[in-house]
């Protein structure tokens, strides 16, 4: 089946420095992928939409110069936070689908768990 | 605006079946999925409806009802293993997928 691999799985960071979230499509290619923020017991949020080869698309809200997307391959997009802040901590997660069709599922990565002290 | 309503938290028994619902208001309709999500972990995909009717899978099964902005997941013969949180999202006519914040279902042996 399709695997999205998502590394790390969790980092603890200091204030004002970057993180970056790796997330690889295992088995296929994956044209665009979609990262989701996730705070405890709330449902996932999508944060922007990662397309191979040109700019990410950003959800109204978030910050396209603190959350950089780059999406240089069909199998790997990376998020940055960049100069973290303590209310960035989350669950983060990556995702993927396996063709354009709309009724493919996403398949997503295991999650990054951020905690900035 | 739209939005996904679901029941916060649900109790069961082992071995029972437990029904939980989703109720939809979204800008348009393509598509209706229930993804499993265990605590600390990502969402996994269960079942994908976008015409009227029951999809079976196994133990899941997934009924949608277009006109009633409906959708249920029935979960049979449950096992302990089946806690976990049920998410309902719904793909908008723009293509976007709308999440409901999720059921927590708790099994009892």
């Known amino acids: 089946g399709a695997v999205v691999s998502q590394h790390p799985s969790w980092v603890i960071c200091k204030s004002g420095t970057s993180v970056k979230i790796e997330c690889r499509s295992l088995d296929f290619q994956a044209t665009t992928m979609f990262w989701y923020r996730q705070f405890p017991k709330q449902s996932l949020m999508l944060m922007a939409t990662s397309n191979e080869g040109s700019k990410a698309t950003y959800e109204q809200g978030v910050e396209k110069d603190k959350f950089l997307i780059n999406h240089a391959s069909l199998t790997l997009s990376t998020l940055t936070v960049t100069s973290a802040h303590p209310e960035d901590s989350s669950f983060y997660i990556c995702?993927?689908?396996?063709?354009?069709?709309?009724?493919?599922?996403?398949?997503f990565g295991n999650g990054t768990r951020l905690t900035v002290t | 605006g739209q939005n996904i309503d679901q029941p916060t938290e649900m109790t069961a028994t082992e071995g029972a079946i437990v029904q939980i619902n989703c109720t939809y208001q979204?800008?348009?309709?393509?598509?209706l999925f229930w993804y499993q999500q265990h605590a600390g972990e990502a969402p996994t995909f269960l079942s994908y409806?976008?015409l009227d009717g029951l999809e079976e899978k196994g133990r899941f099964s997934s009924f949608l009802s277009r006109s009633k902005g409906y959708s249920y997941l029935l979960l049979k013969e449950l096992q302990m293993k089946d806690s976990a949180s049920y998410l309902c999202a719904v793909k908008n006519s723009n293509y976007q997928l709308i999440w409901g914040a999720g059921t927590k279902l708790i099994i009892k042996p």
């Open positions: 995702s993927a689908k396996t063709t354009a069709g709309e009724a493919s599922p996403l398949h």
């Open positions: 979204t800008s348009g309709f393509n598509g």
């Open positions: 409806n976008v």
